[in-house]
């Protein structure tokens, strides 16, 4: 089964307009973390936002925040005030299991292509 | 700024050509990942190195190695580059088991390009 899934292959926004890239996931482990990151055409993979299962607030960085409802485990990414550099992949990862002394790998979802519209 | 770096950029072998990419880190982070990323796919773990244990994923073929001489660097070596091995290589690091980082610090390279002729 697939860990993350993200149900929009493409996405298109006008510029200044939010957008709203979808996440769920999919773990039997309490303790997780989910991040999504970005990715221009160039290739370099760039961190945005973090949130940790235990949580109680929605994490923000700046335009960014992160829609985390638990109980229906999806972590989706608000982009607030489009700009023509936004567009990008974007990519939902989930990191398993939050102890320390163990090195856990990022699972990443099949990514969102957005493209912000002038 | 403390960084991963990845070189080179871009790299272009023959098939069947022993190829080495690296990577370097000035974070101090004890776990290196290498992922493969093909086009239009999300990232996939090869295998990483916490401080000098090596960890292989099940489904890495073994015509890719890794190498760790010392926390900063970490190397991927692919034995006998096929057309299906061209591909986005993307290393990273995390903080896993030391710093006070909520989020493990993930942190990547830029990516290596390797186009297989």
């Known amino acids: ?18 957008v709203t890239l979808d996440c769920t996931y999919d773990t039997s482990d309490q303790s997780y ?14 961190f945005l936002i ?13 335009r960014y925040s992160l ?26 990862a989930m990191r398993e299991g939050l ?20 | 700024d403390a960084m991963v770096i990845q070189n080179p950029r871009y790299q272009v072998t023959q098939f069947g050509k022993p190829v080495t990419l690296s990577c370097s880190q000035t974070l ?16 996939k773990l090869l295998f990483h190195y916490y401080d000098k244990d090596f960890n292989n994923e099940a489904d890495t073929p073994d015509n890719f190695q890794s ?21 986005m290589y993307l290393c990273a690091t995390s903080s896993d088991g030391t710093g006070p980082s909520l989020n493990y610090g993930y942190t990547f390279g830029s990516g290596t390009r390797l186009t297989v002729v």
């Open chain 2, 67 to 87: 190498r760790r001489p010392n926390t900063s660097f970490c190397f991927l070596d692919i034995r006998s580059p096929g057309l299906g091995d061209a591909a």
């Open chain 1, 33 to 46: 973390g989910l991040f999504w990151y970005k990715q221009p055409s160039s290739g370099e993979m760039i």
């Open chain 1, 50 to 62: 973090y949130q940790g299962s235990y949580d109680e607030q929605n994490a923000t960085e700046g």
């Open chain 1, 99 to 118: 102890g320390r002394g163990s090195a856990r790998q990022l699972t990443f979802g099949s990514g969102t292509q957005l493209t912000v519209l002038p």
């Open chain 2, 28 to 43: 101090n982070h004890n776990v290196m990942y290498w992922y493969q990323q093909k086009s239009s796919q999300a990232p």
């Open chain 1, 1 to 18: 089964a697939q860990k993350i899934t993200q149900t929009q292959p493409g996405m298109f926004v006008q510029e200044k307009e939010a």
């Open chain 1, 67 to 92: 829609n985390f409802q638990k109980a229906r485990k999806s972590a989706n990414l608000v982009i607030s005030a489009s700009q023509l550099g936004d567009s990008a992949m974007y990519f939902c």
